[in-house]
Structures are given as C-alpha cells and as structure tokens.
C-alpha cells in the first residue's frame, strides 16, 4: 500500500526484478497482478526490473548462497572453516538430512533444489566436465545430491558447477517484458549469471 495514490501523491517503488523462478513458478504472476493494481486502481508508481534472459548461478564446491534456505545448507554454512564444511559431508547424518531437505514441489526462496539439473564446468576429474549430476547419479545409483556431494567432498572448491534458478521459459520471460508495468530491461537477451558469494551483480555471458 505504500505505492498508493490515493489522496496523495504516490510514492514511487521498486522492485529489484520480476522474475520466472523454478522454485516458484507462479511468482511472476503475483509480481504482475501486484503491480497493476497498484498502478491502475489505487494510483500508485510501482515498477520492477526485468531480466531479458535466464539467471544463472555458478559456485565453487559448497559455496553457493542458496544453501542457507534449508536446514541443513544452514548447519553447513554456518560452521567456520572450509575444513570443517568438507568434514561435515562425510558425515550419515547430515547427508541423509540434506538429501532429504531437496525434495517437494513448490520452494522457499531462489533456488529449486535440483540437483539433477545442474551442470559441472570444471572439475580436476575430466570425466565429469559438462555432465550433470542426475547424468552420474544413473551411473552410480545414487541420488543426484549424493552425487554431489561424493564429488564436493573430493574435489572440494575444485568442483565448479552452475544451475539456472529463473528465467528459463522464453515465453513467460516475453510476457514480463511486455507486462503493462512499468519495467526496466537491458536492451539484449542474453543470459543473466551471478557468482556467489564474491559477487551477486548480475552479468552477460
């Protein structure tokens, strides 16, 4: 209600993007609908950033930002040294928990928790480079995540690997830029990255 216009002028607002995420596939809707009816029947200002391409995410190892949406990413994040972190994935417990916190349909926060969608960019262990985790986890009979954390725990940083959290059905991503919000875009449709936890800014590749 704060970008209202009712009886006063209204107060301009942004939203840092509108945004097709897999973890929510209805988001964008709301984003949307929000906007305007804020715009059109209480007179309000409200705009949002849209991003012309898919949002990907790279990380190195265990370090990706997005662990902290679950309980066990949180147990992991929150210990001290990498040392520790590393320690901690050998660990029954925490491996059954963590495999357990990837599953369900609709999530909490950015990121889907697909492991078999991610791919690994580089690895000291060649075979690996440009499979995804479902790929080996057939191989091997595992879950995709314990794949994942075979190879993290090995490897370490070492493991370079990326998923896209957003944007990646060209036709809804074409309704947000044409959403009769106001919006705001950069002028090609590449694809839009972020490297966590150095940098979230977002960048073309």
């Excluded at 939203?15 to 709301?30: C, E, G, Q, Y």
């Excluded at 791919?119 to 995709?144: A, K, M, Y």
Aim: hydrophobic residues 40%; contains cysteine.
């Amino acid at each position: 209600m704060t970008a209202a216009g009712i009886g006063r002028r209204p107060l301009r607002t942004s939203l840092l993007t509108a945004m097709d995420f897999k973890s929510n596939p209805m988001l964008h809707r709301v984003s949307r609908l929000l906007a305007l009816v804020t715009n059109r029947v209480l007179n309000g200002d409200m705009r949002f950033q849209a991003l012309p391409g898919p949002m990907t995410i790279f990380a190195d190892g265990v370090d990706f930002a997005a662990f902290e949406e679950f309980s066990s990413g949180v147990t992991l994040r929150n210990l001290r040294t990498a040392d520790d972190q590393y320690a901690l994935l050998s660990d029954p417990a925490f491996r059954a928990q963590f495999i357990k916190d990837m599953g369900g349909f609709m999530m909490n926060g950015l990121w889907n928790r697909r492991f078999d969608e991610a791919v690994i960019i580089d690895c000291p262990d060649s075979s690996v480079v440009g499979r995804t985790f479902e790929d080996l986890s057939r191989e091997r009979g595992q879950h995709p995540a314990e794949v994942f954390l075979d190879l993290a725990a090995t490897w370490r940083d070492k493991l370079r690997w990326y998923t896209v959290v957003g944007n990646h059905r060209p036709d809804i991503v074409v309704d947000l830029l044409a959403s009769p919000a106001p919006t705001s875009a950069s002028p090609t449709p590449e694809p839009t990255c972020a490297v966590w936890p150095t940098t979230t800014s977002g960048c073309a590749r």
